[in-house]
Each structure stands twice: as structure tokens, then as C-alpha cells.
């Protein structure tokens, strides 16, 4: 009997939970409100004893909302730490589910993992050096260097970098409640809903709002650009499916690094090197799942 | 015999060579200035010669100013590439060293070179993710993720990451001929020196000039700290042996941050978080003998 692999797409608002080998061959999935840990938590449980009953499991993976401790050596490793979604901090998220389903569990942050599907089976299949990158809610990133996520102390928390603002162009105080105008404050699908007065998907393509968040999301991957030298960036979230982003993002990265940086990947084939995900809205899930196949031939590491 | 292991800190200025098997046992050191590609090489390699005629060399590395061409299966491995330094543009610097002297040679950006020497013999050593940062005559890093060096398409080019910059507090255009404003154009020791009328080495500690240059570096370094998640962040270079800077560097990076990253290596022990060089002036060329070292092992694949 074919052994199949558990992912969990572990949201703030939702879990999306699947069981299979892969994108074209899922055998089950379910949508599980994020309430408390331990309604979420027991109903992910359910589903996946259920597919237990039929299928044996692998080993599950599990992308989650954060902070989170990705730290297999950590005495918190598979925690969400400090996020301030009420009821959730400190919440052991890998333990409860390793014991009650028995397989070894992958963990890292939703980013994370939907980077690893990406470069499984998405827009950044055979790259060894690429970000990925989400605009919705809040702003995210993941990054692959040298074929492996990088997580150094912690994680990177892309969404928060500090980009050039202008306030004499642009007032908008911006709404990260840390930093006020980081990239999340001035360009996350929330700030764009605060500064128009109305939810940026009902803003039409034409409208300005489009052009200035394409100017903050430029400044912000030719940071990541010089910093991390990709050979591509994805670009998934709610924000980004207004695609007509995209060809000006291009311009904008190519107007702000002004021919500094002399890669034909990006001074040719920019249209090749800033792209939609190739998972569409799945990269999470979908990366969940690759975080199992990792899980499965190399566990992590118990606390010691 | 012993062998030795040999390196050059291959700077736009001067090319530093030395001969042993690190920092506490070198056998043989020169300084060639920079001046012709044919000249200097020569001058290199009739350096190395002598050193071979009493012991047997293993490997040489070479740390280079740049752009340079680092991927060992690229056409222009090893190579100066784009450099707008009269004459060196397009220069063959592995290929010619290499044949003269016969051993597998290990080439890198000089702030990769000076990173790895550092994580060798320095103030990263154990580290599997640091950043080295030189600020000096330019400005730029050197990044170890998962122990390995970043290069991605082409290697960092942190120098020039932008910053929020403030016209209306700061009305000064940055010096950066690309970017204007970017960090180097702000906080490169020309550029303090274009600021304030007269070299930065010359004003004073307590001059408005240092808590300008924190800033701006800060600003850097958060969005490092976000993007990296360094375990360590080394600053060495002419401008950093301000070292009434380092303090003030700390106190503005957890301003800035504000909380948001909470690991007690940055929030409890910042002091130990963002330090000096521990080879001093002398991480580049220690770091080219860590270079030669690792080609040593696995020498660079030969362009196919």
C-alpha cells in the first residue's frame, strides 16, 4: 500500500490539511478554522487518523503562522512563540500531533515551507538560490541559498525590512504596529485597505494605489536582490494576484538598480527572474507536504 | 615539508600576499601595489615562486576586489569582471596564477574571502551564520548560511542596499554614482568625507558626523538582521575603527527593531551581536590562506 505524506498549511484564520504524494495526486483534504490550539489542533488530528485508517502516513509537515521555532535542537522547537493572535503563544503545535499520529512531523514557517514547494514543484523547480515571497494580510518570505532554507538565529522575517519612504511624496504613516512604515506597514494588503479607505481588491487596476505599491515592493526585492544574489524571485499573495504588478515591479527593480548589478538573468530576462508562483495559492500546502517527504527520510532531531 | 597555503587580498589599492598555514604561522608576506593587471599578477606570482623554492605550496586563494566572476562552471571563472577600475575590467586574475604556479587556486569576492576568515580564526568562529560588513572605502559583505558562503546568481552586493533616508533631516544626494543615496552613497568613507568637507578620519569622536553614520548603518543592519537572520554580525573596515560607533550601533538596531525579533542574542547580548573583526585588519588576507584551504580539499571545478 502506497505510502502517502501529510501537510498542513497551519494559517492564522485556517488550516488547509492534505494527504498524498504530491500536487497532481492529493487523496484528501480539509479546511479547518484556526479557532483555539486545541480545537485547531484535535480536528487536524481527526483528519489525518481518518486518512490513517485507509492510507499508512509517511510523515506530516507542517508550515505555520509565526513566530515560530524551527530549531530542532530548541526545547521549543515546533512552538509558535510570541505571535499575539490571542490564545495561540507558546503553543507546542508539533508534539500533540507527533504523538497522537505516530509519523515523524517536519516543521518550519508557513514561508518556509511554501518556498520548499516552489523549488519542488512550483516556479523554482532546480534552483539552488531563490526567495520566495508573499503580499497578502501580512508580508512573508522564504529563502533557499546553496539548496537549503535559510534560518540562521531564527527565521527571516522579510516582510518587515525598512525601505526608503518618502513623506513628503507620501505621508501614510504606514501600520506595522512595530515599525510603522517597514515594507508590511506600507504595502500588506491591511496598509493598502488603510490608506485608500477600502479593501485593495475592490481598488481597480488603474487606480494609484498600484503603481505606489509597486514602487515599495521594488525597493524592497532590490534589497533582497543585493543581499541574497537569487536566481529568481516567486511572488505569491492575495496582493499579487493583481497582476498587473508584476510588469511594473520589473521596470521599477530594473530603474532602482540603474545596471549595478550585470546578470543577464536580470538585465535580459527579468520577465524570467520576477514571477507568480507556479503553485498558484497551493505553494503552502503543497510545501507542507515537501517538508514531509524531508521529514521522512530525515527526521528532525528530538529535543535533546 | 611542510606545505604551505598561500593567499592574496586582491585590493583595488594594494594586493596583500602572504605565505603559511594562518594567522599565527605565516612564513612570507608582501604588499604589491595595484597598478597594471600584467604588472601586479607578475609581481604575484614571482612572490609565491620565491615561496616555492623553500616549500612546497598546496593551493592559493584569492579574495578580489569586483565584480568578479566566482562560479567555478562559468566561462569567466575567476575573472575581474565589470570593475570601472581603468584597466581591470574583463582581467583573467585565477587563470595566469594558476597556470604559473601550479596548484588548485580558490577564488572568492574580497569580503567573502575576509567572511570565511573570520568563521576560521576570527570573531565567528563555530558559526554557521554570520555576516561579515566592511565599511571603509566602500562598503560591502560577505554572508555564511548554513556554513556555506551566499553567492547565488553572482554573489551580495550589500553595499549599496537602500535605506530610508530622510531629505528633509538629511538633504545630503549620497555619493553612490548608481544609486545616489544608497548605503554606500551615504556611509562610505568618501561619502562621510563629500558630507562634511574633510576626511572622516580627521573629525573628531564626538562629531555630529558619527551619530549620523550609526544611523544610517543601523538602518543596514536591521534589514540584514530580517532578511538573515545572522547568528553574528562582524563589522571591519577604515570607518568601523570609529569604535565609539559600535555602542551607538547597538542602541539604534533594537530601536529600530522595537521588539520585533525576540532571541535573546540580539535582545540580552547585542554587545556580543554586533562586534569587530577578531583578525583585525587582517581578515581579507586570512581569509584568502581559508580560501586556499578549502581548494586545497575540493579545488574549484575547471570551466567545461
Redesign the interface.
Known amino acids: 500500500m502506497t505510502e502517502l505524506y501529510g501537510g498542513i498549511e497551519a494559517g492564522g484564520t485556517k488550516w488547509v490539511c492534505a494527504a498524498g504524494l504530491g500536487p497532481n495526486e492529493i487523496h484528501a483534504q480539509a479546511r479547518i478554522p484556526t479557532t483555539t490550539p486545541g480545537e485547531t489542533i484535535k480536528a487536524a488530528i481527526d483528519f489525518f487518523r481518518q486518512v490513517q485508517q485507509s492510507s499508512p502516513l509517511a510523515a506530516l509537515g507542517i508550515g505555520s503562522f509565526g513566530?515560530v521555532d524551527p530549531q530542532p535542537r530548541s526545547e521549543t522547537y515546533g512552538h509558535i512563540?510570541?505571535t499575539p493572535k490571542p490564545g495561540w503563544a507558546n503553543t507546542d503545535v508539533v508534539g500533540p500531533i507527533r504523538e497522537a499520529l505516530q509519523v515523524p512531523v517536519g516543521f518550519d514557517t508557513d514561508v518556509n515551507a511554501a518556498a520548499l514547494g516552489e523549488a519542488q514543484w512550483g516556479a523554482a523547480r532546480g534552483l539552488e538560490?531563490f526567495i520566495y515571497l508573499t503580499i497578502g494580510t501580512g508580508i512573508g518570505g522564504g529563502?533557499l541559498?546553496?539548496g537549503?532554507l535559510?534560518?540562521?538565529?531564527?527565521?527571516?522575517?522579510?516582510g518587515?525590512?525598512?525601505?526608503?519612504?518618502?513623506?513628503?511624496a507620501d505621508p501614510f504613516e504606514g501600520t506595522c504596529p512595530?515599525?510603522g512604515d517597514c515594507l508590511e506597514g506600507l504595502a500588506s494588503g491591511p496598509a493598502i485597505q488603510t490608506r485608500w479607505g477600502q479593501p485593495a481588491e475592490t481598488l481597480p487596476p488603474d487606480h494609484p494605489a498600484w503603481e505606489l505599491e509597486a514602487r515599495y515592493l521594488s525597493?524592497a526585492l532590490?534589497?533582497?536582490i543585493?543581499?541574497?544574489?537569487?536566481?529568481r524571485i516567486v511572488m505569491g499573495g492575495g496582493v499579487m494576484q493583481q497582476l498587473q504588478l508584476f510588469p511594473r515591479l520589473r521596470e521599477l527593480v530594473l530603474e532602482?538598480?540603474?545596471?549595478?548589478?550585470?546578470?543577464p538573468?536580470?538585465c535580459e530576462e527579468i520577465d524570467d527572474y520576477i514571477v507568480p508562483p507556479g503553485l498558484g495559492t497551493h505553494s503552502g500546502v503543497f510545501g507542507a507536504i515537501a517538508l514531509a517527504r524531508q521529514a521522512a527520510t530525515s527526521p528532525p532531531e528530538k529535543p535533546t
Not at 150 to 158: A, K, T, V
Not at 226 to 231: F, Q, Y
Not at 256 to 263: E, F, K, R
Open positions: 513566530p512563540t510570541s538560490d529563502v541559498a546553496n537549503q535559510i534560518h540562521g538565529l531564527l527565521h527571516p522575517e522579510i518587515h525590512l525598512l525601505v526608503p519612504h518618502d513623506r513628503g512595530y515599525h525597493l532590490v534589497n533582497l543585493l543581499t541574497l544574489s537569487p536566481r532602482a538598480l540603474n545596471g549595478y548589478v550585470q546578470s538573468a536580470i
